[in-house]
T-cell receptor
Framework: GAVVSQHPSRVICKSGTSVKIECRSLDFQATTMFWYRQFPKQSLMLMATSNEGSKATYEQGVEKDKFLINHASLTLSTLTVTSAHPEDSSFYIC??????????????FGAGTRLSVL | AQTVTQSQPEMSVQEAETVTLSCTYDTSENNYYLFWYKQPPSRQMILVIRQEAYKQQNATENRFSVNFQKAAKSFSLKISDSQLGDTAMYFCAFMKWPYGGATNKLIFGTGTLLAVQP
């Protein structure tokens, strides 16, 4: 149980294009999903908290117009990197927390998406 | 603001031996969660163990156990009978108690890279 699917696992795109990353909770419902960015050999940096049916909450310094987050259902959140540039190249990871105890408040992670912007 | 500190960037242990990873944190909260996650070379984040701050008993999961010292704000992870598959980056993480019901964000340490040697 508690599987989070993230797609695609790897994407290469040209500078100026937009890229959408999907995060799905496969066997549980998640009102809250989180989006992280991780640079090589570094820790995870939280970008935003996504709540189903409401606007995402972005961390300080994260451009909300560049990183669009939509959480349309209890099992799906998407991150769209708009007008991507080489500096957006990174490893993006999502996580989701189960509604039901005792798993509540445990974040389960997707396998991540490696974005390379040429 | 809460902070999590992992003072050991890298550690090495022989297969079948025991190793302890250190983690300290700073918070003014009385109730909270603490976690250890592992990130193997695949980069999939995997939950190792969770501790609720109100519980005095240290959490255990098979070969993994913690030493939770609330007054000292210390949360170390002990891995017994180390296996080659334990080779990974280990992150300590803090989560505020979800008083409002929604899951709160994780605050990660910088990680400890553990290498298990054959």
């Amino acid at each position: 149980g508690a599987v989070v699917s993230q797609h695609p696992s790897r994407v290469i795109c040209k500078s100026g294009t937009s890229v959408k990353i999907e995060c799905r909770s496969l066997d549980f419902q998640a009102t809250t999903m989180f989006w992280y960015r991780q640079f090589p050999k570094q820790s995870l940096m939280l970008m935003a908290t996504s709540n189903e049916g409401s606007k995402a909450t972005y961390e300080q310094g994260v451009e909300k117009d560049k990183f669009l987050i939509n959480h349309a259902s209890l099992t799906l959140s998407t991150l769209t990197v708009t007008s991507a540039h080489p500096e957006d190249s990174s490893f993006y990871i999502c996580s989701a927390s189960d509604l039901d105890p005792p798993a509540k408040n445990i974040q389960y992670f997707g396998a991540g998406t490696r974005l390379s912007v040429l | 603001a809460q902070t999590v500190t992992q003072s050991q960037p890298e550690m090495s242990v022989q297969e079948a031996e025991t190793v302890t990873l250190s983690c300290t944190y700073d918070t003014s909260e009385n109730n909270y969660y603490l976690f250890w996650y592992k990130q193997p070379p695949s980069r999939q984040m995997i939950l190792v163990i969770r501790q609720e701050a109100y519980k005095q008993q240290n959490a255990t999961e098979n070969r993994f156990s913690v030493n939770f010292q609330k007054a000292a704000k210390s949360f170390s992870l002990k891995i017994s009978d180390s296996q080659l598959g334990d080779t990974a980056m280990y992150f300590c993480a803090f989560m505020k108690w979800p008083y409002g019901g929604a899951t709160n964000k994780l605050i990660f340490g910088t990680g400890t890279l553990l290498a298990v040697q054959p």
